[in-house]
């Protein structure tokens, strides 16, 4: 009788044992996966050695995935997740007693989590928890990966974002503002990353080609340009690591420019006028190699144009040309540097709309080591 007794209390033990497993069998494979709901905790069971247990959880926003699993009796259990696919591993670690493992900077989707011993003779129950740890910062609108995508910022405005999140074997790698600008302005962007890590923020003539500054840091810093001509101009935000993510916070300010000189990036074309009789349009190009700076006017009024080229300290002329109709003015043999130019009407009684174009001509042969300007730095053949 005993033995009927301890059999009846060993099977009624385990119905309970089982009963408290929320996963249910087969669940073997990612593809039979049981589902975890976000904020939520599961009881499953490792039934028989060898056994595996899968489960997938869906986030509803970027952030910071934690699993929290606590093993029963002792016995030591792994944690794996998952990308979307399933095979993609992002992280994994055990413990025989509660952990925690935490996944920062994943992006809304689905994931999944193998459950398993971590030796293969073992059984063991457990309890698997999730919630999702989200940043202060609300996320940019997307998809704005690309300049035709780019989120419109407005003058003296804030924007909040998130870049680098990872997601189904894609990275949000960066994200593209644009901005209009009225009148002549020196623009200050100001970006703030919110988790340490480093971002870059770069601004861009219209074309989302000709890089006109940037600046990178991991704490808060700001990118001023000074002498920015009436146009639409891009921002780019990324982070500096392949890897890396960020949430941050953009603002951007405008003032009165402090210089008379607007910015020509290199390879860009750009329309304006001389607006006033007599008046002078000046423009500075900072060039990055040694080369032949090639400089293209057109004026479209058919009045004679002057345009001057100016070395660094804006008073020693380099050459001066003009014309009525589109003519190009090429120098040669120019260091990598800041140079000014100038464009004017030839007669003081006239306006007249332009195109400016410049371009930089490199020569084929690579540059050599400088400074080797003196017997003691000379270089060896």
């Known amino acids: 009788m005993k033995h009927v007794y301890l059999l009846s209390f060993l099977f009624f033990g385990q119905l309970l044992q089982n009963a408290m497993a929320a996963e249910t069998e ?184 000709s890089l006109i500054n ?41 003032y009165t420019p402090t210089t008379d000189a607007l910015i020509l990036p290199l390879n860009f074309r750009y329309k304006d006028k001389i607006k006033t009789k007599g008046a002078v349009n000046w423009w500075k190009v900072t060039t990055n190699a040694n080369g032949r700076l090639d400089l293209t006017l057109t004026p479209l009024s058919g009045k004679f144009v002057w345009i001057y080229l100016y070395d660094q300290n804006r008073t020693t002329l380099l050459t001066s040309s003009y014309s009525n109709s589109k003519f190009s003015q090429k120098t040669d043999g120019l260091a990598a540097g800041t140079y000014y130019i100038k464009v004017s009407c030839y007669y003081n009684t006239d306006t007249s709309s332009y195109v400016i174009t410049d371009t930089l001509a490199l020569p084929k042969q690579a540059n050599d080591k400088e400074p080797n300007n003196k017997k003691n730095r000379s270089r060896y053949f």
């Open 214 to 254: 940037s600046a990178s840091g991991s704490a808060a810093f700001s990118l001023t340009t000074d002498a920015l001509g009436e146009d639409i101009y891009y921002v780019k935000i990324k982070s500096n690591t392949a890897t890396g993510f960020a949430p941050y916070t953009l603002t951007d300010s405008v």
């Open 26 to 209: 087969p669940n073997n494979t990612a593809a039979q996966a049981n589902t975890l709901i976000l904020k939520s905790s599961n009881t499953g069971r490792i039934n028989i050695k060898g056994d595996v247990d899968w489960w997938k959880v869906t986030t509803t926003a970027d952030g910071k995935l934690n699993l929290t699993l606590t093993p029963k009796l002792g016995k030591a259990i792994w944690v794996y997740l998952y990308d979307n696919n399933g095979t993609t591993m992002l992280k994994s670690s055990n413990a025989n007693a509660t952990f925690v493992q935490s996944t920062d900077g994943l992006a809304a989707g689905t994931y999944f989590i193998k459950v398993q011993a971590v030796s293969s003779t073992d059984t063991a129950t457990y309890t698997l928890s999730n919630t999702l740890t989200l940043p202060t910062q609300l996320n940019d609108v997307e998809p704005n990966n690309i300049r035709t995508q780019a989120t419109a910022l407005a003058l003296n405005s804030t924007k909040t974002g998130h870049v680098g999140y990872y997601y189904n074997s894609k990275r949000d790698t960066a994200d593209w503002y644009k901005l209009s600008t009225t009148t002549d302005k020196k623009l200050k962007l100001k970006l703030i990353p919110a988790n340490g890590q480093t971002l870059s923020v770069s601004l861009y003539a219209n074309n989302g080609i």
